[in-house]
């Protein structure tokens, strides 16, 4: 399968909207991973935030880790640095999540091999809500 369809199918295929775990979420709205994930909330996403040093942002309780989360979510969305990669596909293939979304400039091709041998589809160094409007024209 190629990157657009793996992209389409990720963002629902503009009908089933779909939960995104957005690991590393911000409680502050300059940070990237706060703005991009307002956005795909006001898009009709159902967003879980994954971060432990917080309790809630956007409206939603924040979790400590995907193995705590309340649901397999659709989508794993990645705003951590490219050395912290690896252990978040570790814990999505100890779990059986099957998509990650690694935000735009953050890059660990060997995370993405070991992803993708897993059987997990990977999109790499793009932005989820850049995606999302492209589709949207």
Same mark, same amino acid.
């Given at each position: 399968?190629?990157?657009?369809?793996?992209?389409?199918?990720?963002?629902?295929?503009?009908?089933?909207?779909r939960?995104?775990?957005?690991?590393?979420?911000?409680?502050?709205?300059a940070?990237p991973?706060?703005?991009?994930?307002?956005?795909?909330?006001?898009?009709?996403y159902?967003?879980?935030?994954?971060?432990?040093? /917080?309790?809630?942002?956007?409206? *939603?309780?924040?979790?400590?880790? +995907?193995?705590?989360?309340? !649901?397999?979510?659709?989508? &794993? @969305?990645?705003?951590?640095?490219?050395?912290? /990669?690896?252990?978040?596909?570790? *814990?999505m293939?100890?779990?059986? +999540?099957?998509?990650?979304? !690694?935000?735009?400039?953050? &890059? @660990?091709?060997?995370?993405a091999?070991?992803?993708?041998?897993g059987?997990?589809?990977?999109?790499?160094?793009?932005?989820?809500?850049?995606?999302?409007?492209?589709?949207?024209?």
């Amino acid at each position: 399968m190629n990157e657009p369809e793996v992209i389409d199918e990720m963002l629902g295929g503009g009908s089933a909207k779909r939960t995104i775990a957005v690991v590393g979420l911000s409680d502050n709205p300059a940070k990237p991973s706060h703005y991009v994930s307002e956005y795909m909330q006001r898009h009709g996403y159902k967003i879980y935030p994954v971060n432990p040093s /917080i309790e809630n942002v956007l409206g *939603e309780k924040s979790y400590p880790s +995907l193995a705590t989360l309340p !649901v397999k979510p659709d989508v &794993v @969305n990645v705003f951590r640095v490219p050395s912290l /990669i690896p252990a978040i596909v570790d *814990e999505m293939l100890a779990l059986g +999540l099957k998509n990650i979304w !690694v935000q735009q400039g953050i &890059v @660990n091709r060997e995370a993405a091999e070991r992803a993708e041998q897993g059987g997990i589809r990977v999109v790499m160094d793009r932005c989820i809500m850049v995606e999302h409007r492209r589709r949207q024209m």
